[in-house]
């Protein structure tokens, strides 16, 4: 038996959640006193993955153009009969998502997706995962033999535990796909939503998209990735892919700066996972003024121009 863990990477390079979900899987297989293995599909350099615990890593290469549900279940499904694996750990990224039931059906096994903390009981077998849009905790209990966790970003983090790893190539056998990607389109240049440690986020507050310019400077000083409340992208002031809530993106960072934004039930779901909240708007009332750690009652107009100009002098010394 080995616990089997899928690096997700894009471009040839391991995206955040990577070196989150090899650190959950480390310690799940040292609860269950066993070995862990690390997957990686067209992923970076493996020896990045050693020093949060990949001993062994198992690289498959082929000619997937870009990500594709059907086909990395099917990899994952294969590699985790080949190495013995009962546990399976992916993340909970929109793509983890998909990806977690299509291998958990494969596999005749149970599944717990938007896991936080690892296994409080390995017999039985008891995770604690968000529930109800991430107002709550639900300790799941997977009674079959063999279990698929979902990480959710940000819960567990990235923990280096250095190790002396190894690679071995391994062949999968693709299944015949019934949708294929074209071609895709991304920002580049760009922070983005889904690895971004700080988002900075404006909605109707902000009267038009010629005003975002102080939003995407705020944004440089922080390093951070912009990202907007669903009327805005539904207006066409900012592209779809920056719209975050319940109904876009879901966000788990570690700061989320909301400008402008009431806070609508179903914009405080989708960003609820994220550690600290800071809200700036000029209604006392706003909704998200609940929700948030920190709150600034001003005009984004004044107040934003501000704090970029004391972020810049804070940097400079």
Excluded at 119 to 127: A, G, H, I, L, Q
Excluded at 141 to 154: L, R
Excluded at 280 to 300: L, Q, R, S, W
Aim: charged share 20%; aromatic share 6%; net charge neutral.
């Amino acid at each position: 038996m080995s616990v089997l863990v899928f690096a997700d990477s894009s471009e040839g390079k391991f995206k955040k959640t990577a070196f989150e979900v090899v650190s959950y899987g480390k310690k799940v297989a040292e609860q269950l006193g066993t070995n862990l293995v690390t997957l990686t599909i067209n992923g970076g350099d493996a020896s990045e993955l050693y020093a949060y615990g990949a001993e062994k890593v198992v690289e498959v290469k082929n000619d997937l153009a870009s990500f594709n549900a059907k086909a990395y279940a099917s990899i994952i499904k294969q590699a985790a009969e080949a190495q013995g694996s009962d546990v399976v750990v992916v993340d909970s990224s929109v793509d983890g998502l998909t990806v977690g039931p299509l291998v958990a059906v494969a596999l005749e096994a149970g599944y717990a997706s938007n896991a936080v903390a690892l296994p409080s009981s390995t017999s039985p077998f008891v995770v604690k995962r968000k529930a109800f849009s991430n107002k709550a905790f639900s300790n799941t209990e997977i009674s079959t033999g063999k279990k698929v966790i979902g990480v959710a970003k940000n819960s567990y983090g990235a923990h280096e535990n250095a190790v002396s790893g190894s690679v071995e190539s391994f062949t999968a056998t693709l299944p015949t796909l019934g949708v294929k990607s074209e071609s895709i389109q991304k920002a580049s240049g760009k922070v983005t939503i889904a690895d971004a440690d700080i988002v900075v986020s404006a909605g109707r507050g902000m009267k038009g998209p010629e005003n975002w310019g102080m939003i995407e400077e705020l944004a440089d000083v922080l390093g951070a990735a912009t990202a907007c409340s669903k009327p805005v992208s539904d207006l066409g002031w900012r592209p779809h892919s920056e719209h975050v809530g319940q109904t876009g993106k879901p966000v788990a960072s570690n700061l989320y700066i909301a400008i402008g934004i009431s806070g609508a039930i179903q914009h405080l779901a989708g960003i609820n996972a994220s550690k600290v909240k800071v809200v700036i708007n000029t209604d006392p009332e706003a909704p998200f003024f609940k929700a948030a750690d920190y709150g600034i009652v001003g005009d984004a107009f004044e107040v934003v121009p501000q704090l970029i100009e004391k972020l810049k002098a804070f940097k400079q010394a």
